[in-house]
């Protein structure tokens, strides 16, 4: 378990979700002691320990964290079964959320606080997982070598104008699978597969293992355009030393009849076996309000699902966008097709 937090700018959050929720409601809250509640997480600890560390502030409810990848926290789940501490699973993928109700590991429930708050097709219909804030994958691009015009769409990606331009990261990203699923969703996988070879046939470079370096790829003039996760490019941005910053981030898919920019949710549930079931719902419902809303976004330089949360100023200051509204459920139902139309067109 890691603890990181600003003193500063927790407190800061404290006075402001304090204000916001009124404080009163803490005098009221049961000792800490008696308070608690277990998460598995593989949403990185400092993305959400200051979370955790308000909800304790607000309603005397501690949160303990193990956080660990997703896969190896489903395994975990599925061996413990009744034995489990975690009452919370929460991860950073909808195809994750997804196999976690295959194999039976939420609780679901319904609460009209979260169907409030979080839009249908961003969590899931029989209430066993709610997306808690969402990622947009975009186009990151060199801006002295390209100039898209604005009803540019992924597949476009595929003309031949492109050969030898394009970075990706590899196909056994879930961030590339989840993305692929939805395309299938709309074109069937053999128009998938045929798009993806033709992206395939334009890489300049080979699939990198992260998104970041593929970032760095086109800064460094590998490759012009890379498809990447909105912060992986706000991050870059921040650590920029220069005057001059030669990145800039593009929406594509956003013309009338076009699908709108694909999106993920980092998202969490109850788990089947969970002890502290309220306290659990409690959580999850404090996380969809707008002041943990704000925060929650804000951490990773994402977008808040309650459209009553503000964007940070620097995720505003990329520009809006209009998001596919595809169920986040087709991710998982359709990861085994995307595995394996990427596999077909080449994608390493
Ligand atoms: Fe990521």
Redesign the pocket.
């Known amino acids: 378990m890691t603890k990181t937090s600003n003193p500063f700018l927790l407190s800061c959050f404290t006075i402001l979700i304090c204000v916001m929720n009124g404080c009163e409601q803490r005098k009221t809250a049961s000792s800490p002691d008696q308070q608690k509640l277990f998460v598995y997480s593989s949403r990185k600890a400092h993305l959400i320990q200051p979370l955790f560390e308000l909800f304790q502030q607000h309603t005397g409810i501690r949160v303990e964290l193990i956080t660990d990848k997703a896969g190896p926290l489903i395994t975990r789940l599925e061996n413990e079964q009744h034995a489990t501490p975690a009452d919370i699973f929460m991860t ?1 993928d909808a195809g994750m959320l997804w196999l976690a109700t295959q194999k039976q590991l939420f609780l679901p429930f319904k609460s009209p606080v979260l169907a409030h708050n979080i839009p249908a097709h961003l969590r899931d219909r029989h209430g066993q997982w709610f997306g808690l804030s969402t ?1 947009a994958r975009a186009l990151v691009y060199a801006k002295n070598r390209v100039n898209f015009p604005a009803d540019f769409r992924l597949a476009d990606l595929a003309e031949s104008e492109w050969r030898n331009r394009l970075c990706l990261r590899t196909s056994n990203s879930v ?1 590339n699978q989840s993305l692929v699923a939805t395309m299938i969703a709309r074109h069937g996988e053999e128009q998938a597969a045929k798009l993806l070879s033709a992206w395939v046939d334009n890489l300049a470079v080979a699939p990198f293992a ?2 970041t370096q593929a970032i760095k790829a086109v800064m460094a003039g590998r490759c012009d355009v890379a498809l990447v ?1 909105s ?2 490019y706000g991050r870059i941005q921040r650590d920029y030393a220069g005057d001059n910053f030669p990145l800039a981030i593009f929406w594509p898919d956003q013309a009338q009849g076009q699908s709108g920019v694909h999106i993920n949710i980092s998202g969490a549930g109850i788990t089947r076996h969970a002890k502290n079931v309220h306290n659990a719902q409690k959580l999850l419902e404090w996380l969809s309000e707008p002041p943990a809303q704000k925060l929650f976004a804000e951490l ?1 330089m994402e977008f808040p699902v309650n459209s009553q949360a503000p964007q940070s100023l620097v995720v505003n200051s990329w520009g809006n966008f209009r998001a596919d509204t595809t169920h986040l459920e087709v991710a998982g139902q359709l990861q085994p097709a995307a595995i394996k139309t990427m596999d077909r067109a080449g994608w390493k």
Do not use: S
């Open positions: 950073v990622r961030y992260n998104d996760n912060y992986y990773n």
